[in-house]
Antibody, heavy 120, light 109 residues
Framework: EVQLLESGGGLVQPGGSLRLSCAASGFGFSSYAMNWVRQAPGKGLEWISLISASGGTTYYIDSVKGRFTISRDNSKNTLYLQMNSLRADDTAVYYC?????????????WGQGTLVPVSS | QSALTQPHSVSGSPGQSVTVSCTGTGSDVGGYNYVSWYQQHPGKAPKLMIYDVTERPSGVPDRFSGSKSGNTASLTISGLQAEDEADYYCCSYGDTSYVFGTGTKVTVL
C-alpha cells in the first residue's frame, strides 16, 4: 500500500525557517517525481514545487523561488522541503504528492498534510 | 500562473447530474490534455478522480466523467449521491508547472 507521511510542521515566526519531511513507503520511491502542494486555511490548493525522480531537476512556483528548496534522499525514501524567510502568507497545510509516472501529469497519491502556521 | 477559474458552488438533488467547469488559458488547459480533478472532503487529503481530461482511476465510480473544449474543462457527476458532497479542484499541467482551480463546493440538496 502506498503511504506518504508528512512531518515537521509547527508554529514558526515570520522570517523563520522550517524543514518538512515526507516519508514514503509501499512503492519504488526512487522511480517517481514528487511534489509539494499547499492549502491555506479555507482556501484552495496551490502547487509549489516538483523534484524529479533522481533529484536532478526541480521546479518552483514564483512566490517561493529563492526561499524554499525541495530535495530528496532516495536511500531513505524521504522527500524534504526546506522553507526559509517564512511569511504570514505561507501559512498552510503542506501536502506531499506523488506524480504518477514519467509520462503522466497528475498526482495519484497524497499524504495527510502537515500544518505550518507562520505567526508572531 | 493564475489559478484556473471554477464556479464557487454547484448543487443538485440526489440522482441529478451536476457539471463543474474549469477555465484556463491556451498555456495550460487549452494547451495540454493533462487536466486532472480532485475531490476533497473537509479535513481530508485530496483524492484523484479524473486524469488526462477523461480517464478515471480504478475505484472511482463511473458516474464521474470529464471532458474538455478549448480552454475549458468540465467534471460531470451523474446520479449524484450524498457522499459526493465535497470540494472539487481541477488541475492542469502547464510547461514545467501545475496550476489548480479555485475550487467548487458541490452540495447535495
Amino acid at each position: 500500500e502506498v503511504q506518504l507521511l508528512e512531518s515537521g510542521g509547527g508554529l514558526v515566526q515570520p522570517g523563520g525557517s522550517l524543514r518538512l519531511s515526507c516519508a514514503a513507503s509501499g512503492f519504488g520511491f526512487s522511480s517517481y517525481a514528487m511534489n509539494w502542494v499547499r492549502q491555506a486555511p479555507g482556501k484552495g490548493l496551490e502547487w509549489i514545487s516538483l523534484i524529479s525522480a533522481s533529484g536532478g531537476t526541480t521546479y518552483y512556483i514564483d512566490s517561493v523561488k529563492g526561499r524554499f528548496t525541495i530535495s530528496r534522499d532516495n536511500s531513505k525514501n524521504t522527500l524534504y522541503l526546506q522553507m526559509n524567510s517564512l511569511r504570514a502568507d505561507d501559512t498552510a497545510v503542506y501536502y506531499c504528492a506523488r506524480k504518477s509516472g514519467s509520462f503522466f501529469y497528475y498526482f495519484d497519491y497524497w499524504g495527510q498534510g502537515t500544518l505550518v502556521p507562520v505567526s508572531s | 500562473q493564475s489559478a484556473l477559474t471554477q464556479p464557487h458552488s454547484v448543487s443538485g438533488s440526489p440522482g441529478q447530474s451536476v457539471t463543474v467547469s474549469c477555465t484556463g488559458t491556451g498555456s495550460d488547459v487549452g494547451g495540454y490534455n493533462y487536466v486532472s480533478w480532485y475531490q476533497q472532503h473537509p479535513g481530508k487529503a485530496p483524492k484523484l478522480m479524473i486524469y488526462d481530461v477523461t480517464e478515471r482511476p480504478s475505484g472511482v465510480p463511473d458516474r464521474f466523467s470529464g471532458s474538455k473544449s478549448g480552454n475549458t474543462a468540465s467534471l460531470t457527476i451523474s446520479g449524484l449521491q450524498a457522499e459526493d458532497e465535497a470540494d472539487y479542484y481541477c488541475c492542469s499541467y502547464g510547461d514545467t508547472s501545475y496550476v489548480f482551480g479555485t475550487g467548487t463546493k458541490v452540495t447535495v440538496l
